[in-house]
C-alpha cells in the first residue's frame, strides 16, 4: 500500500515539475527548492515581525488600537508589512508541507535521513503553533474565535476539565499580561523554530538555506504585490459579550478549528496525535528497500577520492559529506547539473526526469548523482571541468624543502606543507603558484595520486621568466611560497582494456611520470609505451628513470627521441617530432588510448594526426601548456590547455 502511495505521488510530483520546468526553467523550479524557500520564508516572516512589534501595545485597550494605526495610518509601510508577515506565514507552511510531502513520496526519510525527518516534522508543528499564537494578538475578532477555541480544544482533555475557556468569558478576566504572555510566546516560539531548523539542515552534506536569487526577488514581489491587492486587516474587536457571527478564517493555520466547534475537539486531538504518532514512526515502517543493511564504497574521478556510501544515500550526499567538489542544483533529478558516468558498479538511478537524462545518456551509463543510489561498490567519472564548478581552489602556503639540479635548464622544487596538513590530488593534476600581484605558473604533479605534505616540481628555465628566474637564481630553501590546487583533468581513465601510450615533451614528462607510476601502482598488465621527445640529449633530465621501469615492469617501453640531436649527443636513437615516432610504430591507434603532454605546438600538431590514424576522439586525453596570453589550440585539435609552466 505504501508503495502504491509513494508511486503515485511521485507521478504528480513529476507532472508538475515538467509544467513549472516550462514555466520557471529547471534553474528556477520553486518545487526543486521547497526547502530553502521555507527557510527564506522564514526570513521574510522575521523581518516584518521584528517591524510590526515595535508598533504593537500589549495592553487590553492598546492592543487592536494600535493593529489598526499601524494598518491604516502606515498602511503604506506598516499595512503591507503586516499583510507580508501573514502571507509569508501561509508561504512558510505550504513550502514546508510540500517539502516534506516531496521527500516522503520519494521514500527520502528512512535510515540516515529519520533525523531530518523527524526534525521536520517537529518544525512544522512549532510554525503551526507560532502562527496560531500570532492569530492571537490583534486582538480583533479572528483573534477572541482562536483563543477561545484553542481553550476549548485544550479543555476537551481531561488534564483541564474546561478550566481554560473560563478566563475568556468575561471580558475583565483578560489582562495586560494576557497580551504579555502572548508576545513572549510569539518571540519565544519562532526561537524555537530557528534552532530547529539549524538542527534539521545540519545533517544535509551542502544543506541550501537561500533559494536561487531570481527566485527569491520573484516571491518577494509575488508578496508584496499580494499585500497590495488584498491587504490584511482585522475583522473588527473583541467582544465577549457576543459570538463572532461569521469570520475569515486562515486555511493554512486555522483549517481544522470548525471540528472544535462543531464539538469534535477530542476528534481533532486524535487526528494530530495519531498522524503526529505515524509520521514521527514513517521512517521503520516496511517496506525495507533492499540492500538497507549495506554500505558502499564510491570512487570519484577525476580525484580519485574513495567515499563511503550508506544504504539508501544518493551518491551526491555521499560525496558531498566526504567534502567532494561535485556539481549539483536542483537535488531533485530536474536540472541535469550533476549528471556522471557510471564506470564500474551498480546503482539504482532513481526517479528523475527525462528532460535532465535521456534515455540514450542514460543507456550510456549516465546517472544523475541527487537521485542515483550505489547498489554495490561504484566507480564514477564526472564531466569535464564539473568539479570546478562547485567549489574554489583551496589554497595552501608551503616552504621550500629543497632545489636540486636535474639538467642544465630543469630543477626540482620541492614544497613541505605545514605540519598536519596535506593535499589530495589525482596523478596527472597540476598546480598553480601564485605570485605577489595574483600572477599564476603552473605545474604538474610528479607522483601518482594520493594525500601528501610533500610536493615535487619540475621546473624548467625560460629565458626572462619571472618564476623560473628566481627558482634558478635567487629562490633559497625555508623560503614561503603560496599555491592553490589541484586543478586539471588530465588524468587516468580507469578501468579500460586498451594500450595505454603516454607522449611527453620536454617537461610534459612531469605529469606523465605521474600517470605512469599511478599505472605501475594500480598494477595495470595491458602494454604500456611512453615516447619522450626533446630537443638534446642534455634535455632527458631523468633519462635513468623509464629505463628503470622498462626492466622492472615487462608491459612497458620506453621510446626516447631527439628533435634535435647535434654531434655532441652522439645519439643513435629515434629523431625527428615526437608524435611521428608513434605514427611509424602505429599505423592504426584503434583500439588504443593516448595520454599526450606538452607545449601546445606539440599536442596542436600530435592529436589531428592520432585521431587522423584511426585513434577515438573520446580516447585522447591532452594536457597542453598554453602561453600566458591566452593562446589556444587550434578548432581541430581537442586540446586541454592550461598556462605554460614557465612563461615569462
Not at 548523482?369 to 571541468?385: H, N, P, Y
Not at 633530465?541 to 628533435?563: C, G, I, K, M, T
Not at 655532441?568 to 602505429?586: K, N, P, Q, S
Amino acid at each position: 500500500m505504501l508503495n502504491l502511495i509513494h508511486a503515485a505521488g511521485r507521478r504528480v510530483f513529476l507532472v508538475l515539475d515538467r509544467v513549472f520546468n516550462r514555466v520557471f526553467g529547471e534553474a528556477l523550479n520553486p518545487l526543486y527548492y521547497l526547502g530553502a524557500i521555507s527557510y527564506f520564508m522564514f526570513w521574510v516572516v522575521l523581518v516584518s515581525g521584528f517591524y510590526v512589534y515595535v508598533f504593537y501595545d500589549t495592553g487590553v485597550e492598546t492592543t487592536y488600537a494600535s493593529v489598526e494605526r499601524l494598518t491604516h495610518a502606515q498602511w503604506y509601510a506598516g499595512g503591507v508589512m503586516r499583510s507580508l508577515h501573514r502571507y509569508a506565514s501561509d508561504a512558510m507552511v505550504l513550502t514546508m508541507v510540500l517539502h516534506l510531502a516531496r521527500h516522503f513520496v520519494f521514500d527520502h526519510y528512512r535510515g540516515f535521513r529519520a533525523f531530518s525527518w523527524i526534525t521536520g516534522v517537529i518544525l512544522l508543528w512549532l510554525t503551526m503553533a507560532s502562527g496560531v499564537n500570532g492569530y492571537m494578538l490583534p486582538w480583533d475578532r479572528l483573534a477572541q474565535y482562536v483563543v477561545v477555541t484553542t481553550a476549548e480544544w485544550f479543555d476537551a482533555l481531561p488534564v483541564f476539565r474546561g478550566t481554560l475557556v473560563r478566563n475568556f468569558i468575561l471580558p475583565e478576566a483578560v489582562s495586560d499580561r494576557f497580551f504579555s504572555l502572548l508576545s513572549f510566546l510569539h518571540i519565544g516560539i519562532p526561537l524555537a523554530v530557528l534552532a530547529a531548523l539549524w538542527i534539521h539542515t545540519q545533517r544535509v552534506p551542502r544543506a541550501r538555506t537561500n533559494p536561487p536569487k531570481p527566485l527569491a526577488l520573484g516571491l518577494l514581489a509575488m508578496l508584496l504585490a499580494l499585500s497590495a491587492i488584498r491587504p490584511a486587516v482585522s475583522q473588527g474587536p473583541a467582544d465577549f459579550a457576543t459570538l463572532p457571527a461569521t469570520i475569515d478564517l486562515d486555511s493554512f493555520y486555522l483549517i481544522a478549528y470548525p471540528l472544535v466547534t462543531e464539538g469534535a475537539a477530542l476528534t481533532l486531538w486524535a487526528l494530530a496525535g495519531g498522524g503526529t504518532l505515524l509520521f514521527l514512526l514513517l521512517p521503520w515502517l516496511p517496506p525495507v528497500r533492499r540492500g538497507a543493511a549495506r554500505a558502499w564504497k564510491m570512487n570519484v574521478h577525476p580525484g580519485r577520492r574513495s567515499v563511503p556510501v550508506r544504504a539508501g544515500e544518493t551518491l551526491l550526499d555521499a560525496g558531498l559529506r566526504a567534502q567532494v567538489a561535485l556539481p549539483f542544483e536542483c537535488r531533485s533529478g530536474g536540472c541535469g547539473v550533476c549528471r556522471a558516468t557510471v564506470l564500474a558498479g551498480e546503482v539504482d538511478p532513481g526517479v528523475y526526469q527525462k528532460s535532465a537524462l535521456p534515455d540514450d545518456a542514460r543507456a550510456r551509463g549516465q546517472v544523475l548523482l541527487c537521485c542515483a543510489c550505489a547498489l554495490s561498490d561504484v566507480e564514477i567519472e564526472l564531466e569535464e571541468g564539473a568539479a570546478l564548478r562547485e567549489s574554489a581552489v583551496p589554497v595552501y602556503e608551503a616552504k621550500v624543502a629543497r632545489l636540486e639540479r636535474l639538467a642544465p635548464d630543469v630543477v626540482l622544487l620541492e614544497l613541505a606543507l605545514p605540519a598536519g596538513q596535506t593535499i589530495e590530488y589525482e596523478a596527472g593534476q597540476y598546480l598553480n603558484i601564485l605570485l605577489e600581484d595574483g600572477a599564476r605558473r603552473s605545474y604538474s604533479f610528479t607522483a601518482p595520486s594520493g594525500a601528501t605534505d610533500r610536493i615535487e616540481l619540475h621546473v624548467r628555465r625560460v629565458p626572462g621568466g619571472r618564476f623560473t628566474t628566481r627558482v634558478f637564481e635567487s629562490l633559497k630553501v625555508g623560503e614561503k611560497l603560496r599555491f592553490e590546487g589541484p586543478l586539471g583533468e588530465f588524468v587516468l581513465r580507469e578501468p579500460s582494456e586498451r594500450p595505454l601510450i603516454f607522449v611527453a615533451g620536454a617537461t610534459g614528462f612531469a605529469p606523465v611520470k605521474s600517470l605512469l607510476e599511478q599505472a605501475f601502482r594500480m598494477g595495470i598488465t595491458r602494454p604500456l609505451y611512453l615516447y619522450w621527445g626533446v630537443r638534446k640529449r642534455r634535455d632527458f633530465y631523468l633519462f635513468d628513470l623509464p629505463q628503470r621501469w622498462a626492466e622492472q615492469h615487462p608491459n612497458f617501453r620506453f621510446v626516447p627521441v631527439l628533435s634535435e640531436p647535434g654531434p655532441d649527443d652522439e645519439w643513435t636513437g629515434r629523431t625527428g617530432f615526437v608524435h611521428e615516432a608513434i605514427l611509424a610504430d602505429f599505423p592504426d591507434l584503434s583500439g588504443h588510448s593516448v595520454y599526450a603532454c606538452g607545449s601546445l605546438n606539440m599536442v596542436a600538431a600530435a592529436v589531428p594526426d592520432f585521431i587522423a590514424h584511426g585513434l577515438d576522439e573520446t580516447q585522447c586525453f591532452s594536457d597542453a601548456f598554453t602561453p600566458q596570453s591566452g593562446a589556444s589550440a587550434p578548432a581541430a585539435a581537442p586540446v586541454a590547455a592550461r598556462p605554460q609552466p614557465a612563461s615569462p
